[in-house]
């Protein structure tokens, strides 16, 4: 098991940027397939995006595709969530989520291991 924490998140206007950070703990991180996952209030959690462990492979969800990127630094156990262009439908509440191989999901029931989730609000 790896053990995940969020931080980043707070509050910003439209238009604004956002970097969340998912720091690990526990499994060699290097070996995990990190994925960003999001929930609003009365809607199931979706999908954000993914990368492999190695970052050769990246998803993103049609709704962030060009505003978000997703990264790693497998040296510093920690996955990122560069968030630009923030519109009032990205809020929500933002997790990082680890599987233990190379298989890039869009289904968080693929992923065993979530953090506590972290909250991004966008102000019109």
């Known amino acids: 098991q790896v053990q995940l924490v969020e931080s980043g998140g707070g509050l910003v206007q439209a238009g604004g940027s956002l970097r969340l950070s998912c720091a690990a703990s526990?499994?060699?991180?290097?070996?995990?397939?990190m994925g960003w996952f999001r929930q609003a209030p009365g809607k199931e959690r979706e999908f954000v995006g993914a990368i492999s462990r190695g970052s050769e492979y990246i998803w993103y969800a049609d709704s962030v595709k060009g505003r978000f990127t997703v990264s790693r630094d497998n040296a510093k156990r920690t996955a990122y969530l560069q968030m630009n262009s923030l519109k009032p439908e990205d809020t929500a509440v933002y997790y990082c989520a680890a599987r233990s191989d190379d298989y890039v999901s869009r289904r968080p029931e693929d992923f065993g291991s979530w953090g506590q989730g972290t909250q991004v609000t966008v102000s019109p």
């Open positions: 526990g499994r060699t991180f290097s070996s995990v397939t």
